[in-house]
């Protein structure tokens, strides 16, 4: 167990829906990463949170948004959904104190169906 | 640009065969960090290593050991007597330094099927 919950475990709706997904960090750690892994494009990095704010984006659709909030957990807000945002996400924390030595602990993901 | 290359898309070797996953990264960094994760088919991704740029030194733990050599890019992974239990995709991921943060780089992974 990495300490690193992710509700919900599975959802599936439907094209052009709105879903959020749940992300709480191991206890102490700062930064906040969500990770998209597809059949087709792999894993990806898709957002980064520090501390409540976004740090770094990466491959994120503007359909997609994301937050940090005081408490430090986050949520990923996916909308106007399509066939091809099915995947898993998985959201990882780590320290963070700066220096790149940070070891990403992932969650277990939501496996996301859009039908 | 950052890149990860684990050429193997798929592995079948029987148990208790070793077997080595390779893995070459690109990058123009000199700090950067290597990751192997492995996920099994219940889907979590679990950490196995990190090694930072200036740690040439190989890592054995177990039946697991990594050979990192700055000179080729490479930092592969060997799993000596391998069992079933080993059977998942393995990643391998690069971290950079991009305007001060570190997020993960993934290779494509490489599925690894152990035969009992």
């Known amino acids: 167990d990495s300490g690193v919950t992710q509700t919900p475990k599975h959802l599936i709706t439907a094209t052009g829906q709105r879903v959020t997904l749940r992300c709480s960090p191991r206890?102490?750690?700062?930064?906040v990463y969500w990770y998209q892994q597809s059949l087709d494009q792999g894993l990806q990095f898709l957002i980064q949170?520090?501390?409540?704010?976004?740090?770094a984006k990466g491959n994120i659709l503007e359909r997609f948004s994301a937050q940090q909030f005081p408490d430090l957990h986050s949520e990923l807000n996916l909308s106007s959904l399509e066939l091809g945002d099915s995947a898993l996400y998985f959201c990882?924390?780590?320290?963070?104190?700066?220096?790149?030595?940070?070891?990403?602990?992932f969650g277990p993901g939501t496996r996301l169906t859009v039908l | 640009a950052q890149k990860v290359t684990q050429a193997q898309t798929e592995i079948s070797v029987v148990e208790k065969e070793d077997v080595t996953l390779d893995c070459v990264y690109e990058?123009?960094?000199?700090?950067?960090?290597l990751f192997w994760y492995k996920q099994p088919p219940s889907g979590e991704l679990v950490f196995l290593i990190r090694?930072?740029?200036?740690d040439e030194q190989n890592e054995i733990s177990g039946r697991y050991s990594w050979n990192f050599q700055k000179s080729t890019s490479s930092f592969n992974f060997t799993i000596t007597a391998s069992q079933v239990v080993d059977s998942a995709v393995y990643f391998c991921?690069?971290?950079?330094?991009?305007?001060?943060?570190?997020?993960?780089?993934w290779g494509a992974g490489t599925k690894l099927i152990i035969k009992p």
């Open positions: 990882a924390s780590s320290v963070d104190l700066g220096g790149g030595d940070n070891e990403q602990f």
């Open positions: 206890s102490g750690d700062l930064s």
């Open positions: 949170y520090y501390n409540g704010e976004e740090r």
């Open positions: 990058t123009r960094d000199t700090t950067y960090y």
């Open positions: 090694r930072n740029s200036f």
């Open positions: 991921a690069l971290s950079e330094a991009f305007g001060g943060n570190y997020q993960l780089i």
